[in-house]
């Protein structure tokens, strides 16, 4: 044993240890445990929430979901962006289709050249074709879609490609799966 004292145990004990994880894999192997598994017994941790939790679990709908008509004026959509305390609004057309998304990025980008913004049409300045999450994808693969894009929110969309929700990655803190 390591201790000086010749009182507590250090050797033994990190050698049981090891025998136990070395068991421990072992039946994990023989009983086939998978990740599924894992995430049902433990679906309050961390890694349970990764394996669970999906987007439609967090997604901003109703008022906090700014939807808008690309024909609305940048103006217009400024308030309702505020009203939803939202990052951006999701643009469509007269039958709901996602036709791109409107962002504080872009506002700020268009304001540094465009003195007439606010007068503007949202769809001439919004993101045309911006990257969506579909709303049974796992939080933890849209969470890694924001990180790579280096964006901070992606409208969910449903099977029918319509967009149901909005995912901010403030939701994915809150979530606690960052």
Known sequence: EACPLGLAPTASTTATLAMTDALAICLLEL???KEKDFAFFHPGGILGKRLLLKVEDIMRTG????VVHEDKKVSWVLLKITQARAGSATVVDGRGRLKGIFTDGDL???LETDVNLP??????????NPTVVPKGMLAAEA???LQQKKIDEVPVLDKN???VGLLDVQ???KAGLV
């Open 143 to 145: 969470m890694r879609i």
């Open 108 to 110: 700020r980008r268009h």
């Open 161 to 163: 490609r319509r967009p």
């Open 119 to 128: 007068k503007r049409k949202i769809k001439e300045v919004m993101t045309k």
């Open 171 to 173: 939701d994915l803190l």
């Open 63 to 66: 008022s906090l979901n700014c």
């Open 31 to 33: 009983k086939g445990f």
